[in-house]
């Protein structure tokens, strides 16, 4: 039974009708829908049911639940010092890509020619310069995603035939994703060459014959074999007379000092690879895409494909490709270059705002890596914030949220990946967490 006291209390619970009519809530219904505002308010009349809230906090306490956007994608600021983090969406796109994404966001002449008022090709912007930018690719296709790239390719240039891989170079990408099982699906048949260390041409020149669909070179972006090793290069394999496929992963266009090590599609094609596959957000720092570069015939053959329709990518991607392409440096591009005084002076300066506030902290040097795009085994002096480990779940939750590392029982907050104008933002979300933490202690 409800006493009398808690009967009069919920009859000044405000009814929901009444609350959606308040200004703040029919502003909030335009910007996010009315089943979020709704739900909102519903859990703030259920807290002063239960007598957690007094029926006249109910409107305060709904207007301050709303979420941010009508989407669950939260953005995170990323202090883990992994520079493309899959987890965290790769890269981040460059303002230039973000104004791109938005003009393109409505209607947008993605397949129309506005002088003539005709049908033209879908993402000719995108193709023309990926053309600028690898100028020995004679066309250029973009597809969903790198995977989807090697699908295609798989598809189109070895229906039912044999595609020639090194055992070295049979690699599981990210979460499970098997690149032999990816092939293997499209019914191509793999054909194995050589041994996890060692593969030689006259391995690949033994299994060629009229079942070759195609000769598959795989760069191993997430790891390194040392020691006693050899492997073919592309201009070896193309002497061999059969189609040179190179799967690159990274998407690096051509030769980057910073990253000897890693193929790029300028190089592999001018090495007589027909076609190079690789991906849109890992080193080219732009949105998920599938880059696929090389022989006039063979991308026609591609394009024609029935299954590239089902590969085919959105307006936004293409708008943020061609920005990327044609644009200033990515903010990726920029993560792997910035000195590591200058992260220095930057983290001295966040530790000296965060002791100010009472947040105990310290400057660490440290290491960050290229991640999930390339660059295995490269390690980038980095500078962080260490904080209190107990620190890391209040920073996810925050808006943004702060994800960091955790690393001999401290909570790194490696500066690389923080784009230095959230560099405050960074610090009032540390300070916003430490208090919190404070609280609940
Ligand atoms: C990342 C990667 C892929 C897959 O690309 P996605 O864009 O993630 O689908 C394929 N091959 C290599 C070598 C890669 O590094």
């Not at 200004?23 to 957690?52: C, H, M, N, W, Y």
């Not at 987890?87 to 506005?114: F, I, Q, W």
């Not at 920029?334 to 300066?349: I, M, P, S």
Request: hydrophobic residues 40%.
């Amino acid at each position: 039974m409800l006493s009398e006291h808690d009967a009069e209390s919920r009859r000044r619970i405000p009814g929901t009708d009444t609350l959606l009519a308040e200004p703040r809530f029919t502003a909030a219904t335009s910007a996010l829908g009315r089943d979020l505002v709704k739900a909102a308010i519903t859990q703030a009349q259920d807290r002063a049911r239960r007598g957690e809230i007094t029926p006249e906090d109910v409107g305060d306490t709904a207007a301050g639940s709303l979420p941010p956007r009508a989407s669950t994608l939260r953005p995170v600021i990323n202090a883990t010092g992994v520079v493309l983090h899959t987890n965290l969406g790769r890269a981040p796109l460059s303002p230039a890509a973000v104004a791109a994404v938005h003009a393109a966001a409505g209607h947008t002449d993605v397949e129309y020619d506005t002088d003539t008022g005709r049908r033209d090709l879908r993402g000719r912007g995108v193709v023309d310069a990926l053309g600028a930018a690898v100028p020995s690719a004679e066309a250029a296709h973009v597809v969903n995603n790198g995977a989807a790239a090697l699908v295609l390719a798989a598809t189109a240039l070895a229906p039912g035939q044999e595609v020639v891989v090194s055992r070295g170079e049979l690699v599981e990408i990210g979460d499970g994703f098997r690149l032999p099982e990816l092939l293997e699906s499209t019914g191509a048949v793999l054909r194995e060459v050589g041994t996890t260390n060692r593969t030689r041409l006259d391995d690949y020149r033994a299994v060629l014959g009229p079942d070759t669909g195609f000769v598959l070179k795989v760069h191993p972006s997430n790891f390194v074999i040392q020691g006693f090793t050899s492997s073919v290069s592309i201009r070896d394999l193309a002497q061999l007379g059969a189609t040179v496929v190179a799967d690159l992963g990274s998407g690096l266009l051509s030769p980057d000092p910073l990253l000897p090590d890693e193929p790029d599609a300028s190089s592999a094609l001018a090495d007589g690879a027909a076609l190079v596959t690789g991906s849109g957000d890992k080193l080219l720092g732009g949105p998920q895409a599938g880059l696929l570069l090389g022989r006039a015939e063979i991308i026609e053959q591609l394009r024609r494909h029935p299954l590239a329709r089902a590969l085919r990518v959105d307006k936004l991607t293409l708008a943020a490709l061609e920005a990327t392409l044609r644009g200033p440096e990515t903010p990726t591009w920029a993560a792997l270059r910035h000195d590591a005084a200058e992260l220095h002076a930057r983290a001295e300066e966040l530790r000296d705002g965060l002791r100010q506030d009472g947040v105990t902290s310290e400057t660490v040097e440290t290491a960050s890596v290229v991640g999930g795009g390339g660059g295995p085994g490269l390690e980038l002096t980095s500078w962080a914030v260490a904080v209190d480990p107990g620190l890391a779940a209040p920073l996810r939750q925050h808006e943004p949220a702060v994800v960091g590392r955790l690393e001999r029982d401290r909570l790194l907050l490696d500066l690389r990946c923080v784009p230095s104008d959230q560099d405050s933002t960074l610090r009032s979300a540390v300070v916003s967490a430490w208090h919190r933490q404070a609280r609940s202690e």
